[in-house]
């Protein structure tokens, strides 16, 4: 039945309507900046048409929900990539340092010190008694020995530099499975009233995102909107309300592993499941390249160490000792010069009979050719050529991650652009629908003073 | 496309970043003159440089090394030629007291055997610190009266004598010319025209062994009618050369065998020229007995020991000129190695202000159109 109440009926709700719509529009224009919003929506419908004499008659409209404007598959592709761009981010970052290591542009690192090493020893071959040539051999070993030493534990310290990473990581990845968690109970509580609950969501899959630069994680959403998150081999971080921890432990190479925790506290050891975000990057770079440079160091100095042994023991000191090693150790953490040498110079063995002491320099012109001698890489590099490609290779592998980070990270970029177009804020629309709703009120007050008038103009009536 | 402020803002972020890194690459560059400021800037050319500079140090070290085996030879060339010297000195002498009178014999044998002292410095000359002439002997002189005890045994004590001698005594001194050992004619025996070996158990005159080192010796020897015997001195070195590194695999040997320049011998031992000590002794001998034959025969010697060390000085200009060679390659290939370096790593000023000022014209442009996109909304315009 339609009359004067009827109208109020729609007008009241006509008003309700669009102060919902401008209390929508102001809860989108003040989260315009708020990382992982989407912007929500007022869905009106029209009421069921009433009967009237003259057939089914509109009733005015009722606002059914808000719904967030939100792309499901978007979101799951977002997440991938920025799995990957926290992969590549971990990796640049912690090769960045690596480069410095190997950094020779200023001419003061190890090809350097290879080097002056060779020609003190042809300087020793010139004046093979010469009490001077003799001093700076042993600098110029020493001076060779530190560098190896030194990068030696610059690349320890870049390897604990990246546990320290890991272990904060670690810190961050467990207060993000807290906060899922936790907000997989809000949602379920709210989402059981039968409506959306907008914002926890836009919380969560923030929560999501985070967590998956950081480890490569898998995600299901259930029946009652709650979201169960697994990692690695299937170990699971949340299920439900529930969430479970990771944590490290320091292994017996000296690094770290990466352990998660069931509910009876067992430790299962998932280092070498993990396949994604900015975790693995940290564990291939500490596992994998920092492994690499550092074997191939270790191999530079045990060869050289080797060869410059097996021809200082064949020759002859000063004093005619012979057998003598002039290094030992054959690590580039170990490596020293014989403590004997150090205290007694004329221990050199610059001659290669006994007879031939002092003069015969055959032993220390050996030495000296081992410079150009094929000994490295199967027998195809010098030790000097050995030490440059491997300059290069560290190059080569930070030029082709910051690559493909530059690309990742565009990529990522291209998609948050798409996000934004369908989800975001843009202020001007929400301006527009400010106006258009303050109209629509207006005019819905409009009815209501007029619905007004015409009860007053029948009262008058009686 | 829906495009919301919050896209363009970041947009532009992203291309301002861009363009600020591309910036502070190209100051790098500039202020350090190089291209290359990490490996991961040109890996290919960084592993070049580190050769590049490598080949360019140990180039200098083959100019080095060739520079000291030039002064070698330079050095030896001057000794020789005061040797040359002196020999001429003591043969016109020589020549002089072939014929005439007595008188002057005697002291024209003084004056040979200061020349003979001379010669003998002029033997044992030090390149630096080491002994030129002595081979692998370095630290021993080459012609000198010294016996050496090592590992508690004394070397035999070698001389030679100019004349057949039974009363040969020998005097064992340290440093410092204190006698510590005389050894009588009845220990040695009788001396002989020639190179003598005599047996020393290397104590002193009160039996205690001597400590390891260097030892002098004097000799005097008489002959039959008690004139004095001149004696001189034995080769003490061994036949060892000094070696060069000229560069990868190149070597030169300089002989540094004095043999070869005063007292030539066959692998046996013989002697093979003419041995310059033992004519000049033979000599001095020859003087103080007045006998002009003899003088005469070491007069044609001396003719035979000038052409003997003009034949070594000889031999030594091939090795200067491959000396000399080997420099000019290398003073050659070194400004091209540099020159490579430095188109490697260095940075082309001229393009890089170019690329500077050109991405400063796109940052100043982006900037701008950022300000004009960014700044209006529709906020502006109602009312």
Same mark, same amino acid.
């Given at each position: 039945?339609?009359?004067?109440?009827?109208?109020?009926?729609?007008?009241?709700?006509?008003?309700?309507?669009?102060?919902?719509?401008?209390? /929508?529009? @102001?809860?989108?224009?003040?989260?315009?900046?708020?990382? @992982?919003?989407?912007?929500?929506?007022?869905?009106?419908?029209?009421?069921?048409?009433?009967?009237?004499?003259? *057939?089914?008659?509109? !009733?005015?409209?009722?606002?059914?929900?808000?719904?967030?404007?939100? $792309?499901?598959?978007?979101?799951?592709?977002?997440?991938?990539?920025?799995?990957? +761009?926290?992969?590549?981010?971990?990796?640049?970052?912690?090769?960045?340092?690596?480069?410095?290591?190997?950094?020779?542009? &200023?001419?003061? @690192?190890?090809?350097?010190? +290879?080097?002056?090493?060779?020609?003190?020893?042809?300087?020793?071959?010139?004046?093979?008694?010469?009490?001077?040539?003799?001093?700076?051999?042993?600098?110029?070993?020493?001076?060779?020995?530190?560098?190896?030493?030194?990068?030696?534990?610059?690349?320890?310290?870049?390897?604990?530099?990246?546990?320290?990473?890991?272990?904060?990581?670690?810190?961050?990845?467990? +207060?993000?499975?807290?906060?899922?968690?936790?907000?997989?109970?809000?949602?379920?509580?709210?989402?059981?009233?039968?409506?959306?609950?907008?914002?926890?969501?836009?919380?969560?899959? +923030?929560?999501?995102?985070?967590?998956?630069?950081?480890? $490569?994680?898998?995600?299901?959403?259930?029946?009652?909107?709650?979201?169960?998150?697994?990692?690695?081999?299937?170990?699971?971080? /949340?299920?439900?309300?529930?969430?479970?921890?990771?944590?490290?432990?320091?292994?017996?190479?000296?690094?770290?592993?990466?352990?998660?925790? !069931?509910?009876?506290?067992?430790?299962?050891?998932?280092?070498?499941?993990?396949?994604? &975000?900015?975790?693995?990057?940290?564990?291939?770079?500490?596992?994998?390249?920092?492994?690499?440079?550092? &074997?191939?160091?270790?191999?530079?100095?045990?060869?050289?160490?080797?060869?410059?042994?097996?021809?200082?023991?064949?020759?002859?000191?000063?004093?005619?000792?012979? @057998?003598?090693?002039?290094?030992?150790?054959?690590?580039?953490?170990?490596?020293?010069?014989?403590?004997?040498?150090?205290?007694?110079?004329?221990?050199?063995?610059?001659?290669?009979?006994?007879?031939?002491?002092?003069?015969?320099?055959?032993?220390?012109?050996?030495?000296?050719?081992?410079?150009?001698?094929?000994?490295?890489?199967?027998?195809?590099?010098?030790?000097?050529?050995?030490?440059?490609?491997?300059?290069?290779?560290? *190059?080569?592998?930070?030029?082709?991650?910051?690559?493909?980070?530059?690309?990742?990270?565009?990529?990522?970029?291209?998609?948050?652009?798409?996000?934004?177009?369908?989800?975001?804020?843009?202020? $001007?629309?929400?301006?527009?629908?400010?106006?258009?709703?303050?109209?629509?009120? !207006?005019?819905?007050?409009?009815?209501?003073?007029?619905?007004?008038?015409?009860?007053?103009?029948?009262?008058?009536?009686? | 496309?829906?495009?919301?402020?919050?896209?363009?803002?970041?947009?532009?972020?992203?291309?301002?970043?861009?363009?600020?890194?591309?910036?502070?690459?190209?100051?790098?560059?500039?202020?350090?003159?190089?291209?290359?400021?990490?490996?991961?800037?040109?890996?290919?050319?960084?592993?070049?440089?580190?050769?590049?500079?490598?080949?360019?140090?140990?180039?200098?070290?083959?100019?080095?090394?060739?520079?000291?085996?030039?002064?070698?030879?330079?050095?030896?060339?001057?000794?020789?030629?005061?040797?040359?010297?002196?020999?001429?000195?003591?043969?016109?002498?020589?020549?002089?007291?072939?014929?005439?009178?007595?008188?002057?014999?005697?002291?024209? %044998?003084?004056?040979?055997?200061?020349?003979?002292?001379?010669?003998?410095?002029?033997?044992?000359?030090?390149?630096?610190?080491?002994?030129?002439?002595?081979?692998?002997?370095?630290?021993?002189?080459?012609?000198?009266?010294?016996?050496?005890?090592?590992?508690?045994?004394?070397?035999?004590?070698?001389?030679?004598?100019?004349?057949?001698?039974?009363?040969?005594?020998?005097?064992?001194?340290?440093?410092?010319?204190?006698?510590?050992?005389?050894?009588?004619?009845?220990?040695?025996?009788?001396?002989?025209?020639?190179?003598?070996?005599?047996?020393?158990?290397?104590?002193?005159?009160?039996?205690?062994?001597?400590?390891?080192?260097?030892?002098?010796?004097?000799?005097? %020897?008489?002959?039959?009618? =008690?004139?004095?015997?001149?004696?001189?001195?034995?080769?003490?070195?061994?036949?060892?050369?000094?070696?060069?590194?000229?560069?990868?695999?190149?070597?030169?040997?300089?002989?540094?065998?004095?043999?070869?320049?005063?007292?030539?011998?066959?692998?046996?031992?013989?002697?093979?020229?003419?041995?310059?000590?033992?004519?000049?002794?033979?000599?001095?001998?020859?003087?103080?007995?007045?006998?002009?034959?003899?003088?005469?025969?070491?007069?044609?010697?001396?003719?035979?020991?000038?052409?003997?060390?003009?034949?070594?000085?000889?031999? =030594?200009?091939?090795?200067?000129?491959?000396?000399?060679?080997?420099?000019?390659?290398?003073?050659?290939?070194?400004?091209?190695?540099?020159?490579?370096?430095?188109?490697?790593?260095?940075?082309?000023?001229?393009?890089?202000?170019?690329?500077?000022?050109?991405?400063?014209?796109?940052?100043?442009?982006?900037?701008?159109? %950022?300000?004009?996109?960014?700044?209006?909304?529709?906020?502006?315009?109602?009312?």
């Amino acid at each position: 039945m339609t009359d004067i109440y009827n109208v109020m009926n729609i007008a009241g709700k006509a008003l309700m309507n669009q102060q919902k719509a401008i209390n /929508v529009t @102001g809860n989108n224009i003040a989260n315009v900046n708020t990382p @992982g919003y989407s912007r929500q929506k007022l869905i009106v419908e029209t009421s069921t048409p009433l009967q009237s004499g003259i *057939g089914p008659m509109g !009733d005015g409209a009722e606002a059914v929900r808000i719904e967030r404007v939100y $792309d499901r598959f978007l979101g799951v592709q977002i997440n991938a990539e920025t799995e990957a +761009l926290g992969q590549w981010e971990a990796q640049k970052d912690a090769l960045a340092f690596i480069e410095a290591i190997f950094d020779e542009s &200023g001419d003061f @690192g190890l090809s350097r010190s +290879l080097n002056e090493f060779w020609t003190a020893w042809q300087d020793l071959s010139n004046n093979p008694s010469g009490y001077n040539q003799r001093v700076i051999v042993k600098a110029k070993s020493e001076v060779l020995v530190d560098t190896f030493h030194r990068m030696f534990s610059d690349l320890q310290n870049a390897s604990q530099g990246i546990d320290a990473d890991i272990e904060g990581a670690i810190e961050e990845i467990n +207060l993000l499975t807290r906060e899922i968690a936790d907000l997989n109970q809000k949602i379920m509580e709210t989402e059981s009233t039968g409506y959306s609950a907008n914002d926890y969501r836009d919380k969560r899959d +923030l929560a999501i995102k985070e967590l998956s630069k950081m480890i $490569d994680v898998n995600t299901f959403e259930d029946a009652s909107g709650r979201v169960s998150v697994s990692v690695a081999n299937g170990q699971t971080l /949340v299920e439900g309300n529930t969430h479970w921890s990771l944590s490290t432990q320091m292994n017996v190479s000296g690094t770290r592993d990466v352990l998660w925790f !069931d509910s009876a506290g067992n430790s299962v050891d998932i280092t070498s499941d993990i396949s994604g &975000g900015k975790m693995k990057g940290w564990l291939e770079v500490r596992d994998v390249d920092i492994a690499n440079y550092l &074997g191939k160091l270790n191999d530079l100095v045990q060869t050289l160490a080797n060869e410059i042994n097996t021809l200082h023991s064949t020759g002859f000191g000063l004093d005619g000792s012979t @057998g003598l090693d002039f290094f030992i150790g054959s690590t580039a953490a170990d490596i020293q010069i014989d403590s004997a040498i150090v205290n007694n110079l004329d221990l050199i063995a610059a001659a290669s009979t006994s007879v031939g002491v002092p003069g015969d320099n055959t032993n220390a012109i050996r030495i000296a050719d081992l410079q150009h001698a094929l000994m490295m890489n199967g027998n195809s590099s010098t030790f000097e050529g050995y030490y440059q490609s491997l300059v290069s290779e560290v *190059g080569r592998k930070v030029q082709t991650t910051d690559a493909s980070y530059d690309h990742q990270y565009e990529m990522v970029a291209q998609l948050e652009n798409r996000r934004q177009s369908i989800s975001g804020v843009s202020l $001007d629309e929400e301006m527009m629908n400010l106006v258009k709703f303050q109209h629509a009120y !207006d005019s819905a007050a409009k009815l209501i003073a007029t619905a007004d008038e015409m009860m007053q103009t029948v009262l008058n009536m009686i | 496309m829906r495009v919301t402020t919050n896209t363009m803002t970041d947009t532009l972020v992203r291309y301002l970043a861009m363009q600020n890194s591309q910036l502070f690459k190209l100051q790098q560059n500039i202020s350090s003159q190089k291209r290359i400021n990490k490996p991961s800037d040109d890996p290919v050319g960084m592993g070049k440089i580190l050769n590049y500079r490598n080949n360019i140090a140990t180039v200098d070290q083959y100019l080095d090394n060739i520079e000291q085996a030039k002064s070698r030879i330079e050095f030896s060339e001057m000794t020789l030629d005061m040797v040359d010297e002196t020999l001429d000195v003591i043969r016109a002498i020589s020549k002089t007291e072939a014929t005439g009178t007595t008188t002057s014999r005697n002291i024209a %044998a003084d004056q040979v055997k200061d020349l003979y002292n001379q010669v003998v410095d002029l033997a044992n000359s030090k390149f630096g610190q080491n002994f030129m002439f002595s081979g692998y002997q370095t630290d021993t002189p080459a012609y000198s009266h010294t016996v050496e005890i090592s590992g508690g045994t004394a070397d035999t004590i070698n001389f030679g004598l100019s004349a057949d001698s039974s009363n040969v005594t020998l005097k064992i001194q340290d440093n410092n010319g204190n006698v510590l050992r005389t050894l009588a004619p009845a220990d040695i025996g009788p001396g002989s025209d020639g190179i003598n070996n005599v047996v020393w158990d290397g104590r002193d005159d009160g039996g205690n062994l001597l400590a390891d080192g260097l030892y002098i010796f004097t000799v005097e %020897a008489f002959n039959a009618s =008690n004139d004095p015997v001149a004696d001189y001195a034995v080769y003490n070195g061994d036949d060892g050369s000094v070696t060069y590194i000229l560069g990868e695999g190149t070597r030169l040997s300089l002989d540094a065998d004095g043999r070869n320049i005063f007292s030539p011998e066959n692998p046996d031992g013989t002697p093979a020229g003419i041995n310059i000590f033992e004519v000049l002794a033979d000599l001095i001998y020859a003087l103080e007995n007045d006998d002009t034959s003899a003088i005469a025969d070491q007069t044609k010697l001396l003719d035979r020991a000038h052409t003997q060390i003009s034949e070594i000085r000889a031999a =030594n200009s091939p090795r200067m000129y491959q000396l000399e060679t080997t420099e000019e390659f290398w003073s050659n290939y070194k400004p091209k190695l540099q020159e490579l370096l430095a188109k490697t790593e260095e940075v082309d000023l001229n393009e890089a202000v170019m690329q500077l000022k050109n991405i400063e014209l796109a940052y100043q442009t982006t900037l701008a159109t %950022a300000a004009r996109i960014i700044q209006p909304s529709l906020l502006n315009f109602l009312k």
